[in-house]
């Protein structure tokens, strides 16, 4: 299980102190006897200042993804290997973030209940994305049908919240099984240019072949296939760019792979 504790409201703190502890581990201390001069210092990558997660709930039949969207620019994912414990992702990212202080805006399907500490932006959507709720209130005319029924129009929208609101963090769940590639795309388009870091993931079907995938894009983002990501490493790759806690114990290792200036000599 990975750690759901808050050490610290303030990610770029965090992202400081961890970056500062690595250093001291990977190059102030050798390992079985090797100089420190030899080692290599792992770096936080770049990210955006909001981040966004994206889970695709129904995984569909297309096996296109994620080869498929790493023609995008400044995207980088891989399928998921190995057996993965069942557990919901999207809400442990959403309590960890919340218990941190960030403020989120987050997109879930009616009946889905959410509460927090902040006064986080929700809008609950039915099975087309047309909203049916939303706290606190919004001017009726950003919940048009016309701005939330096409999976893509539904993003720009999105994204037209996110530079009003300024959240820290967006959560998104996006019901039907459509419009991977395309929804991927947008925000390779779109996120570098407003500082945003966005991931995107469908699960891995229990006692299926469907393995599942995980992607990055956006901001600080290289393209590449990951390869030996697991579910629990690419949540620790979120939490890491969030400026979140994550812990390698009791989670998984960070997809570094993903992101430029990952290493330094």
């Not at 994550?246 to 792979?257: L, V």
């Amino acid at each position: 299980m990975i750690n759901q504790s808050a050490r610290c409201k303030t990610g770029h703190f965090f992202q400081g102190a961890i970056f500062f502890l690595l250093i001291l581990i990977m190059i102030g201390v050798g390992c079985n006897g090797e100089p420190a001069s030899s080692r290599r210092a792992f770096q936080l990558p770049e990210s955006g200042a909001t981040t966004i997660l994206i889970q695709f709930q129904d995984p569909g039949t297309d096996n296109t993804m994620p080869e498929a969207a790493l023609g995008l620019a400044s995207t980088s994912g891989g399928r998921f290997h190995g057996a993965s414990e069942s557990i919901d992702c999207f809400r442990m990212i959403a309590s960890q973030a919340d218990s941190a202080g960030k403020l989120l805006f987050v997109i879930i399907p009616e009946g889905e209940p959410f509460s927090g500490n902040r006064d986080h932006l929700v809008i609950w959507i039915d099975f087309r994305g047309i909203p049916v709720s939303v706290s606190p209130d919004l001017d009726s005319s950003l919940l048009a049908d016309s701005l939330w029924e096409n999976p893509i129009v539904r993003q720009q929208t999105i994204l037209d919240l996110v530079i009003f609101y300024k959240p820290d963090m967006v959560l998104q769940m996006i019901p039907d099984n459509t419009g991977y590639l395309d929804i991927t795309g947008f925000w390779s388009e779109h996120g570098a240019e407003n500082d945003i870091s966005t991931a995107l993931f469908s699960l891995p079907l229990e006692n299926a072949r469907y393995r599942g995938w995980g992607i990055f894009t956006g901001k600080g983002v290289k393209n590449n296939l990951i390869e030996g990501m697991d579910l629990p490493g690419f949540m620790a790759t979120f939490q890491m760019i969030s400026g979140m806690n994550w812990n390698t114990d009791e989670s998984g290792y960070p997809a570094m792979q993903a992101f430029y200036n990952t290493e330094t000599e």
